[in-house]
């Protein structure tokens, strides 16, 4: 079975410029979830899907970001315009609903994809 | 609100030596889960082991053990007979409440391990 998986691994763009990075959780997972890690700080909360639904968008930095799951499957997060201080490393994550056969443990985590604002 | 503390941000262990990462948490609610991730240069997260708060014993994982001690909250991981392999960024979390696979993971500030050989 495929892990979670992201696009690009890496991101190089310019301040100003809008990038799209995207998550394709594990097949089934209701849950989906954005964190990221900027340089030398912790691994921080962005968002929670629940299928399609934004269950907690709470670790979101400001409306320069945006995030969409459309159908419940993969999702997207947009950054327009990127600053300087949204570089850093993002991860997905996804987990299966403990209600339909989940483990009340684990989130798996994709490999990341570092994005580099200059 | 619930926080994660490592202190130590590098340590270089002896390869074959034991080793522990030190690991604090503070929360109010009774319910919650301590949960180890390995980064390794590579970057992807790599869930290592679980520990419930509820759970009378120590988890163990191969050679991952969790030293739980719930009046201190502390959550420290003992890495046995250390491998270059273990080099690496180890982050400590929690599961924030309400306590399901659905609630988000905080995570402390890492410790990067470098094994000598």
Redesign the interface.
């Known amino acids: 079975e495929a892990g979670v998986t992201q696009f690009p691994s890496h991101s190089v763009i310019e301040k100003g410029q809008t990038v799209t990075l995207r998550c394709d959780p594990i097949s089934g997972h209701d849950?989906l979830?954005w964190?990221r890690r900027v340089m030398g700080?912790?691994?921080?909360?962005l968002l929670?899907f629940?299928k399609e639904s934004k269950?907690?968008e709470s670790?979101m930095p400001n409306n320069r970001f945006l995030a969409e799951r459309t159908g419940g499957t993969y999702s997207t997060l947009k950054v327009q315009p990127a600053e300087l201080e949204d570089s850093g490393?993002y991860?997905c994550?996804s987990?299966?609903?403990?209600y339909s056969g989940?483990?009340?443990?684990?989130?798996?985590?994709?490999?990341?994809t570092?994005l580099t604002v200059t | 609100a619930q926080k994660?503390t490592q202190t130590q941000p590098g340590m270089f262990v002896q390869e074959k030596e034991a080793v522990t990462l030190d690991c604090t948490y503070d929360t109010s609610d009774p319910s919650y889960?301590l949960?180890w991730?390995k980064q390794p240069s590579?970057?992807?997260?790599?869930?290592l082991i679980?520990q419930g708060s509820y759970d009378q014993q120590n988890a163990t994982e191969g050679r991952y053990s969790l030293n739980f001690q719930k009046a201190r909250k502390s959550a420290n991981l003992v890495i046995s007979a250390s491998q270059l392999g273990d080099s690496a960024m180890y982050?400590c979390?929690m599961r924030e409440l309400p306590?399901?696979?659905?609630s988000?993971?905080?995570?402390?500030?890492?410790t990067r391990l470098s094994i000598r050989p």
């Open positions: 849950n979830y964190y700080k912790e691994i921080k909360f929670h629940v269950q907690d670790g490393v991860f994550a987990s299966q609903d403990p989940g483990t009340l443990v684990e989130q798996y985590f994709g490999p990341g570092r | 994660i889960g949960f991730y590579s970057g992807e997260m790599i869930f679980y982050f979390a306590y399901s696979s659905a988000k993971i905080i995570f402390g500030s890492g």
